[in-house]
T-cell receptor, first 109, second 117 residues
């Protein structure tokens, strides 16, 4: 079956760095997405990886290893506004998104 | 950037009535739109995939006669919750995928919070 695993909750300190991991098993693979979702709001796009390696975009970076079925989202210089849920989603062979349950990130001062 | 609007943002209705939610892609043509629902502190649950001009594909366990989806144009899809019951209360989110080849990102609408009393 298809499965996306990510931690349920993480806590980090303002100004620090946090890495959110995601492992996946899907029928085919056409890329991996990371979305940010604040409570009561819709998800917003953060990143898309389809090739192995690190994609950097400002304070956020996303890494993919297709051979390991693994990705991580790296957040640097954490700010209080980064407190949100981070959703990992894989696109399968039918170009459908398979969603993880999300990681709730709590930032403490 | 790609913008998706959703209307209404909040709706309260009485049990037994029907509610229509609109999803529009404002600056691109969306050949495919998706409807999700989300319960508090849970991840997104895909309800159905809607392709312009054809019938929606519903996920297992989603009643197609209860959740009517229409994708009449490349910029508009509607979800109608028929004979709503309190258990249908949820956060409904649509997303749209650009029809341009090679673009697979889904752009999300702001969501509709439905409360059935």
């Amino acid at each position: 079956g298809q499965n996306i695993d990510q931690p349920t909750e993480m806590t980090a300190t303002e100004g620090a760095i946090v890495q959110i991991n995601c492992t996946y098993q899907t029928s085919g693979f056409n890329g991996l997405f990371w979305y940010q979702q604040h409570a009561g709001e819709a998800p917003t796009f953060l990143s898309y990886n389809v090739l192995d390696g690190l994609e950097e975009k400002g304070r956020f970076s996303s890494f993919l290893s297709r051979s390991k079925g693994y990705s991580y989202l790296l957040l640097k210089e954490l700010q209080m506004k980064d407190s949100a849920s981070y959703l990992c989603a894989c696109m399968d062979s039918n170009y459908q998104l398979i969603w993880g349950a999300g990681t709730k990130l709590i930032i403490k001062p | 950037g790609a913008v998706v609007s959703q209307h209404p943002s909040r709706v309260i209705c009485k049990s037994g009535t029907s509610v229509k939610i609109e999803c529009r892609s404002l600056d691109f043509q969306a050949t495919t739109m998706f409807w999700y629902r989300q319960f508090p502190k849970k991840s997104l649950m895909l309800m159905a995939t809607s392709n312009e001009g054809s019938k929606a594909t519903y996920e297992q366990g989603v009643e197609k006669d209860k959740f009517l989806i229409n994708h009449a144009s490349l910029t508009l899809s509607t979800l109608t919750v028929t004979s709503a019951h309190p258990e249908d209360s949820s956060f409904y989110i649509c997303s749209a995928r650009d029809g341009t080849e090679g673009i697979y990102e889904q752009y999300f609408g702001p969501g509709t919070r439905l409360t059935v009393t």
